[in-house]
C-alpha cells in the first residue's frame, strides 16, 4: 500500500461516453500527477498539480481534462476517447512537485477503449 | 532536454545469478537519477535514488545502482536474483524544478 489509492482499477467505454478516473492520496503531499504508461512506451506525463493549481500539461489532447479540487484528490475526466488512448493511467503524489523528490505511486488504472 | 535509455527491452536471468540493467541519461546539469519497479498490475516503486555524494547508492531489495558521470550512466546491479524480482525496472533523471522523465523500461524474467 503506498497510500496513493486509485478507482476504478479496470474500465472498459466507447468511444462516445464520458467517464472519469479518481486518484486520492493519503500521505499529506502538494503535488499530484497523471501519467499514461502504454506498452512499450516511456511513461508519459500528462498533468501535474502543485498545491492544487496546474503547471505543466505536455500537449495532452482536451478529451482528456483534470480536476484537482484539492491537495488530496485528483481527477481525470475522460470524453470521445479514441482506441488509440487504451492504456495505463497511473497516478501519483509527492511532497512540492519538485524533481528531486520520490514520487508515490498507485496501482493505475487500466483504461480499454472500444 | 533531459532523457532516458534503458537499451534492453527484456532481461533473462537465472534464480541466483547476478543481474545489471543499464540506464543512460542526457541531462545538462548534476542529474538526479532513480530507480523504480512495477510488478504485475501495480504502480511503481521506487527502489533508490541519487541526488549528489557517494557515486554507488544502495537501495530496498538488495539494489545497488552506480553512478558514473563520465558515461552518464546509472546502472541498476544486484549480486543474486530472486524469483520475486521478475518486474519492469524503469530509469529516470530528474532535477531541481524539473519532473522526472522516465526511460521505456526493461523488463525482467527470472528463470528457476
Known amino acids: 500500500e503506498t497510500g496513493v489509492t486509485q478507482t476504478p482499477r479496470h474500465l472498459v467505454m466507447g468511444m462516445t461516453n464520458k467517464k472519469s478516473l479518481k486518484c486520492e492520496q493519503h500521505?499529506?503531499?502538494?503535488?499530484m500527477y497523471w501519467y499514461k504508461q502504454s506498452a512499450k512506451k516511456p511513461l508519459e506525463l500528462m498533468f501535474v498539480y502543485s498545491l492544487e493549481e496546474r503547471v505543466e500539461n505536455n500537449s495532452v489532447p482536451s478529451r482528456f481534462s483534470p480536476e484537482c479540487p484539492n491537495s488530496s484528490h485528483l481527477f481525470l475526466h475522460l470524453h470521445t476517447l479514441q482506441p488509440e488512448d487504451s492504456a495505463l493511467y497511473l497516478c501519483?503524489?509527492?511532497?512540492?512537485?519538485?524533481?528531486?523528490?520520490?514520487?508515490?505511486f498507485g496501482s493505475g488504472t487500466q483504461l480499454s477503449v472500444l | 532536454a533531459q532523457s532516458v535509455t534503458q537499451p534492453d527491452i527484456h532481461i533473462t536471468v537465472s534464480e541466483g545469478a547476478s543481474l545489471e540493467l543499464r540506464c543512460n541519461y542526457s541531462y545538462g546539469a548534476t542529474p538526479y537519477l532513480f530507480w523504480y519497479v512495477q510488478s504485475p498490475g501495480q504502480g511503481l516503486q521506487l527502489l533508490l535514488k541519487y541526488f549528489s555524494g557517494d557515486t554507488l547508492v544502495q537501495g530496498i531489495k538488495g539494489f545497488e545502482a552506480e553512478f558514473k558521470r563520465s558515461q552518464s550512466s546509472f546502472n541498476l546491479r544486484k549480486p543474486s536474483v530472486h524469483w520475486s524480482d521478475a518486474a519492469e525496472y524503469f530509469c529516470?533523471?530528474?532535477?531541481?524544478?524539473?519532473?522526472?522523465?522516465f526511460g521505456r523500461g526493461t523488463s525482467l524474467i527470472v528463470h528457476p
Open positions: 501519483a503524489s509527492s511532497q512540492e512537485g519538485r524533481g528531486d523528490e520520490k514520487l508515490f
Open positions: 529516470a533523471v530528474g532535477g531541481g524544478s524539473y519532473i522526472p522523465t
Open positions: 500521505l499529506g503531499h502538494n503535488a
